[in-house]
């Protein structure tokens, strides 16, 4: 947007008319009357981009680098029993590594926006599992149990 206002800064200064650098910038003819009032009031500075929007992140770069050293040295490394990571654990390694503290419930948007990380789930198997029985069962019982189940009539 700052290169469209750039431009009709540009425009301003030639004496066209609002009508017409909406046309050219493709924008409505109400947003070009705002920055033309902005840019009679403080010139093409008044049109210069203000940043990014929205409050400043509590991490800078160097802060997020370590955090995400220490989660992918793995949950066990950083003291915890079981090497998975929850949402309460990543809050307490951010406040240890950088001595900023994050709600639990917070600390999802920054592994997913800030660090790029996914939302993974273990897969969850009891140790007792067979699946060699399982196997078998599911080629030579179930369809003897599914037969008998459908010859019943009520």
Do not use: C
Not at 89 to 113: C, F, K, M, N, Q
Request: charged fraction near 25%; hydrophobic fraction near 40%; glycine fraction near 8%.
């Amino acid at each position: 947007m700052e290169l469209r206002r750039m431009q009709a800064a540009d425009l301003f200064e030639r004496g066209l008319i609002s009508a017409e650098i909406a046309r050219r910038v493709g924008v409505a003819h109400q947003v070009v009357s705002d920055w033309r009032k902005a840019w009679r009031q403080g010139g093409r500075e008044a049109l210069r981009s203000a940043g990014p929007a929205g409050r400043k992140p509590k991490l800078n770069d160097a802060q997020l680098t370590d955090v995400e050293s220490a989660l992918t040295a793995g949950a066990e490394a950083n003291g915890y029993l079981g090497d998975l990571w929850t949402l309460p654990r990543v809050a307490e390694v951010i406040a240890r590594v950088t001595g900023v503290s994050y709600h639990p419930g917070h600390v999802w948007y920054l592994l997913r926006d800030q660090l790029h990380w996914t939302w993974q789930r273990p897969a969850r198997r009891a140790v007792e599992r067979n699946d060699q029985a399982i196997e078998q069962w599911v080629k030579q019982r179930w369809p003897h149990v599914k037969k008998r189940h459908g010859a019943r009539t009520h």
